[in-house]
C-alpha cells in the first residue's frame, strides 16, 4: 500500500466516524445544532502529512509521479462535486425559501461543516478507487 | 485517469525476466519509483511520463523504444 493510499484511508475513516458521531448525536438528542458537535472530529484529518514521516526519513521512495497524479486527480473530483453541491444547495433555497430568505450563522456553520465532510470524503473515497483500479482489481 | 487505452504497450515484465528476474523492488528502485507503479505499469493501468520512461529505460540500458511501444 502507497502513502498516499494509506493517507486517504486515514482520512476516509476519520470522515466516517464523524459522520457517524453527527447522525448517533442527532439520534440521542433530537439538536441538529448540537450534534455538529461531532464534526469536530474532522480535525483529525489534519494529522494526515504525519502519515509516513519515518519512510521519508529513511530516504525511501514513498510518493512518485502516479502518486501526484492520482492525488490531483482525488481533488479535482471532490472540488467538481462541491461545486455542484453548493450550485444545488443555493437554488434549492432560493426555490424553496424564497430570493428574500435569510441564512443564519447556524446554518452558514453547518453548510461549511457539511462542505469540508464531502470534499474529504469524495477526495479519500476517489484516491482509493483510482489505486483499486490501477491494481487490476 | 492515467489509462492507455491499449494505444502505449511495453515490455517491463519481458525485460525484468531477461535480466535475470530482476524484481519489480529493483526496478522501482533504479527507476526512482514506487514498486506499486511497476505493477501497474506491468498491468498497462498506467502510462508514465516522457522523463519515467526514459528512466526505466535507462534501468534495462536500452532505449525508450525497447521498452515502449505505440500503436496509433
Redesign the interface.
Known amino acids: 500500500?502507497?502513502l498516499i493510499e494509506k493517507r486517504a484511508w486515514f482520512v476516509f475513516a476519520v470522515c466516517l466516524a464523524a459522520a457517524a458521531t453527527v447522525i448517533l448525536l442527532y439520534w440521542f438528542t433530537r439538536n441538529a445544532r448540537g450534534s455538529m458537535a461531532g464534526c469536530g472530529l474532522l480535525g483529525l484529518s489534519g494529522a494526515e502529512p504525519l502519515i509516513g514521516l519515518g519512510r521519508q526519513r529513511r530516504g525511501e521512495?514513498?510518493?512518485?509521479?502516479?502518486?501526484n497524479?492520482?492525488s490531483l486527480?482525488g481533488a479535482k473530483v471532490a472540488f467538481g462535486t462541491f461545486w455542484v453541491a453548493l450550485v444545488a444547495a443555493v437554488m434549492g433555497a432560493f426555490w424553496i425559501k424564497g430570493e428574500r430568505a435569510t441564512v443564519t450563522l447556524d446554518t452558514l456553520a453547518m453548510a461549511l461543516m457539511f462542505a469540508f465532510l464531502l470534499i474529504q470524503t469524495v477526495r479519500s473515497s476517489t484516491i482509493l478507487c483510482?489505486?483499486r483500479?490501477?491494481?487490476?482489481r | 485517469m492515467g489509462g492507455n487505452n491499449g494505444a502505449i504497450s511495453n515490455r517491463i515484465r519481458r525485460l525484468r525476466f531477461d535480466r535475470n528476474e530482476m524484481t519489480q523492488e529493483d526496478l522501482a528502485r533504479k527507476a526512482g519509483v514506487t514498486r506499486q507503479t511497476i505493477i501497474a505499469l506491468e498491468a498497462a493501468k498506467y502510462t508514465p511520463s516522457l522523463e519515467l520512461a526514459f528512466r526505466i529505460a535507462k534501468a534495462f540500458g536500452v532505449g525508450v523504444e525497447e521498452v515502449f511501444e505505440y500503436r496509433a
Do not use: H
Request: aromatic content about 16%; glycine content about 6%; cysteine-free.
Open positions: 500500500m502507497t521512495v514513498i510518493m512518485d509521479e502516479r502518486d497524479a492520482i486527480y483510482l489505486y483500479w490501477q491494481r487490476g
